[in-house]
């Protein structure tokens, strides 16, 4: 074994590999003691990483002797480099390559400087220092105007700060290209905006008159921010029904937003998303 890389197997993969990438970036040469230009590229990127040591982790794997990892990482051709940052698949590349694309392959699997930001912002919030994490989370997005990480990790710390309107813009630019965390993120806080109200006065004028639909909506809303999403549901679905344009389809689109927090395979999702679908369709 090399002094340089490890050898990593099948067992192994899961710590040394996915959990360690978390930490430093981690990239796995698959090999097999019968590939020729396996045994041409193994020096080519223990140089590198004796040149870039502390930027990144190299681990080799004997596909012969590890097939799970082999098969799973889909290691049909040899020599395979794969490379992993925060335990999952950054990057990769087949075959023998020149020590300059191989360098460029390891540059982007690093970590950029709005990278870095994000992680130290994400210590100082462990740390309880939540002013300076939000000063390097917008440093960050000084550097990167639309890094995910960046506008999640402030609009959470924005949000259990309950300063809800700035936490909505700060996820207003990835509203629709991010993922299903800015969905649901994005859905916990409009109905964090709407929770400020008096349910007391709302549940009154709904006694006095069921068709009063903004305060269902608001209620509904309200109820909703509050966790209690079957009650929430049941009022907004009963606005639904009575009129599913009221406030441009508000009604609707509040019982989207529970959806999102509850997950789509929630049982309360199935049932109120079916009575939706059959009010509207």
């Known amino acids: 074994m ?34 020729g230009p396996c045994r041409q590229l193994a020096p080519m990127l223990e140089k590198i990483a004796a040149e870039r040591t502390g930027e990144f982790e190299l681990v080799k794997l004997n596909i012969d002797e590890n097939p799970e990892v082999a098969s799973m990482l889909g290691a049909r051709s040899i020599p395979l480099v794969v490379g992993f940052r925060d335990g999952a698949v950054a990057s990769h590349f087949l075959g023998v390559q020149p020590e300059s694309a191989i360098n ?43 890094h995910e990480g960046a506008r999640v990790t402030l609009a959470r710390l924005l949000s259990d700060a309950a300063r809800y309107e700035e936490a909505c813009a700060a ?20 109905l964090n905006l709407a929770g400020d109200v008096d349910l007391l006065s709302l549940e009154s004028r709904l006694e006095a008159d069921a068709g009063d639909l903004e305060a269902a909506v608001a209620l509904g809303k309200a109820l909703g ?17 009575q009129d599913a344009t009221f406030q441009e389809g508000a009604a609707r689109q509040a019982m989207l937003d529970i959806f999102n927090v509850l997950g ?3 049982p309360v999702t199935k049932d109120y998303r079916a009575q939706l679908s059959s009010a509207l369709f």
Do not use: M
Not at 172 to 183: F, H, L, N, Q
Not at 225 to 241: F, H, I, M, Q, W
């Open 104 to 146: 460029e392959f390891i540059n982007s699997i690093l970590l950029s400087e709005a990278d870095q930001l994000v992680t130290d912002a994400k210590e100082k919030v462990t740390s309880g220092d939540d002013s300076a994490a939000e000063r390097l989370l917008n440093n960050a997005l000084e550097l990167d105007a639309r």
């Open 264 to 266: 789509a395979q929630d």
């Open 171 to 190: 996820l207003s630019p990835i509203a629709v290209t991010g993922g299903e965390e800015v969905t649901t993120l994005l859905a916990e806080i409009q």
């Open 225 to 241: 921010a509050k966790g209690e999403y079957e009650r929430a549901l049941e009022l907004l679905l009963n606005a639904v029904k």
């Open 2 to 35: 090399s002094e340089i890389a490890r050898d990593v197997t099948d067992a192994e993969f899961p710590t040394a590999v996915l959990e360690r990438s978390k930490e430093i970036p981690v990239v796995i040469d698959l090999w097999a003691p019968w590939c």
